[in-house]
């Protein structure tokens, strides 16, 4: 079965500066990734999504994320994080080999950008 | 603009009663998904229809039901509510089950059990 590791429940950066949200996954096969964003008393809003071809993946808000087969992770990362940018991130995975609509999130990393 | 729509946004009820949450779409979608969430935890999938197909998570409490009328509508039932059952329940839908598909989410009805 899939799974996906957030090892970090919280993440404080300065605005302006980068920002990287870790994000390691298990599948027997190949893996769809996902990145979602949460505000508060809000739903997840979907950011971005590996599927196949390029390993960087661009998404909303100036949000991208690079695929790593070798060690198996999907990191998000900004090249100059925002204030608003604060919020709750959730990594997701399918196994591209399960026929089941099985998506796993991770546990959730909150983001904090200080002014 | 096309959306999933949760009602209420809040809904208290009592240990025991009874009670309904609704989602809409206007997406079009086939699938439609129901999550429980508990204080900044990892959404948890209870069921999902893809399309009149109800296919429930082998883990989820048979307190829990879910009805879709339509394609537009779902609603989750929860029968007897207990004080664990406090969460945000938050309603997602997508075009197919297919891995690539992207879920799109309400903004969630958070549930308080008193």
């Known amino acids: 079965a899939q799974s996906v590791a957030q090892p970090e429940d919280q993440v404080n950066v300065a605005e302006g500066n980068p920002l990287t949200v870790k994000c390691t996954y298990s599948v027997s096969g190949n893996p769809y990734l996902f990145w979602y964003v949460q505000y508060p008393n809000r739903g997840l809003q979907f950011l971005l999504k590996?599927?196949?071809?390029?390993?960087l993946v661009k998404g909303s808000y100036g949000f991208e994320a690079e695929f790593n087969k070798s060690q198996t992770s999907f990191h998000l990362k900004k090249p100059s994080a925002l204030v608003s940018d604060s919020a709750l991130y959730f990594c997701?995975?399918?196994?591209?080999?399960?026929?089941?609509?099985?998506?796993?999130f991770g546990a959730g990393t909150r983001l904090t950008v200080k002014p | 603009d096309a959306m999933v729509i949760q009602n209420p946004r809040y809904q208290v009820t009592q240990f025991g009663k009874p009670v309904t949450l609704s989602c809409s779409q206007t997406l079009n979608h086939n699938v439609m998904y129901w999550y429980q969430q508990k204080s900044s935890q990892a959404p948890k999938l209870l069921f999902h229809?893809?399309?009149?197909?109800?296919?429930n998570e082998a883990d989820t409490p048979d307190n829990f039901q879910s009805r879709r009328p339509n394609t537009s509508f779902c609603f989750l039932d929860i029968r007897s509510p207990g004080l664990g059952d406090a969460a945000m329940y938050l309603c997602a839908t997508s075009r197919w089950t297919g891995g690539t598909d992207t879920q799109y989410f309400g903004p969630g009805t958070r549930l308080t059990v008193l």
């Open positions: 229809y893809y399309d009149k197909d109800f296919n």
């Open positions: 997701a995975v399918r196994d591209r080999n399960n026929n089941n609509n099985d998506m796993r």
């Open positions: 590996y599927i196949t071809g390029d390993n």
